[in-house]
């Protein structure tokens, strides 16, 4: 584990609430000269703790109103059957996140539709039609806060 100080804490709190911030700007604000912050960006983004810059899209003034979450337990278990249920389902553009987890489900899923029937044509045609699908429940999506900013980093 890269050891963090104050400052790395501090740019990885202010890139978590902007990304777009680039060193010079983020220097002059923490205090730093852009080539100083400039190399601990780099430092942090060598030791694999930055993982890129990612965006944002409000998913909603994109048309897509309904988002649902999906717990997938498989029929069969076996390394072919995960492997082809991933590259499925990976396949499948409104699924926007695919998590293996451990638990009453063996796969959680975000899906996006654009609204109910949408996401109950998704459901029949697409999901409940991969390989090895036994059961699923639905969560649906009422509203969502995005905490900014990492949470408990070690000092």
Not at 12 to 41: H, M, V
Not at 80 to 96: W, Y
Not at 120 to 130: C, G, K, T
Request: proline share 5%; aromatic share 4%.
């Amino acid at each position: 584990m890269t050891p963090l100080d104050e400052t790395d804490r501090r740019i990885l709190a202010a890139l978590a609430e902007d990304a777009r911030q680039g060193a010079g700007a983020l220097g002059r604000r923490l205090g730093l000269s852009q080539p100083a912050c400039w190399r601990r960006i780099r430092r942090l983004e060598e030791a694999g703790i930055l993982r890129g810059r990612q965006l944002r899209l409000d998913r909603e003034k994109l048309g897509f109103g309904v988002t649902v979450f999906l717990g997938i337990k498989l029929a069969a278990k076996g390394r072919v059957s995960l492997e082809d249920f991933e590259r499925a389902v990976t396949a499948i553009p409104e699924v926007q996140l695919v998590q293996h987890v451990l638990g009453l489900f063996d796969y959680r899923l975000r899906v996006v539709a654009r609204d109910l029937p949408d996401f109950e044509r998704v459901l029949r045609r697409r999901i409940m039609a991969l390989p090895g699908v036994g059961s699923v429940e639905a969560n649906v999506l009422l509203s969502e806060e995005r905490r900014p900013g990492p949470l408990g980093l070690p000092a």
